[in-house]
């Protein structure tokens, strides 16, 4: 069992930068693909950020290249999301997720064992 909890959301004007993270809880979280998904408000959830288990694996969506960093510490149990030049489109509940499969099974949304609450991020103009 993992337990997935999110930190770091928060209110940010276009322009400036956040950093998620996610901490498990589970001795087996370095064994597990992490990723991130949003969710705007009134829109499906959809693919943000994905990475290996060991991190030398690392999949972004279109959006999001370029703007945004996944990594993680497996040490620490925790997946970071670094988000830059933060646009108001970027408005969303981000959600933290782990799966047992590949990067590229988790960027097609498919797989996913497990899901964090989320943590709101707002973007101002």
């Known amino acids: 069992q993992v337990q997935l909890v999110e930190s770091g959301g928060g209110l940010v004007q276009a322009g400036g930068s956040l950093r998620l993270s996610c901490a498990a809880s589970g001795r087996t979280f370095s064994s597990y693909t992490m990723g991130w998904f949003r969710q705007a408000p009134g829109k499906e959830r959809e693919f943000v950020a994905a990475?290996?288990?060991?991190?030398?694996?690392?999949y972004h969506a279109d959006s999001v290249k370029g703007r945004f960093t996944i990594s993680r510490d497996n040490a620490k149990n925790t997946v970071y999301l670094q988000m830059n030049s933060l646009k108001p489109e970027d408005t969303a509940v981000y959600y933290c997720?782990?799966?047992?499969?590949?990067?590229?099974?988790?960027?097609?949304?498919?797989?996913?064992?497990?899901w964090g609450k989320g943590t709101l991020v707002t973007v101002s103009s």
């Open positions: 990475i290996s288990w060991s991190g030398g694996a690392t």
């Open positions: 997720a782990a799966n047992s499969r590949s990067v590229a099974t988790m960027a097609r949304g498919m797989g996913m064992d497990y």
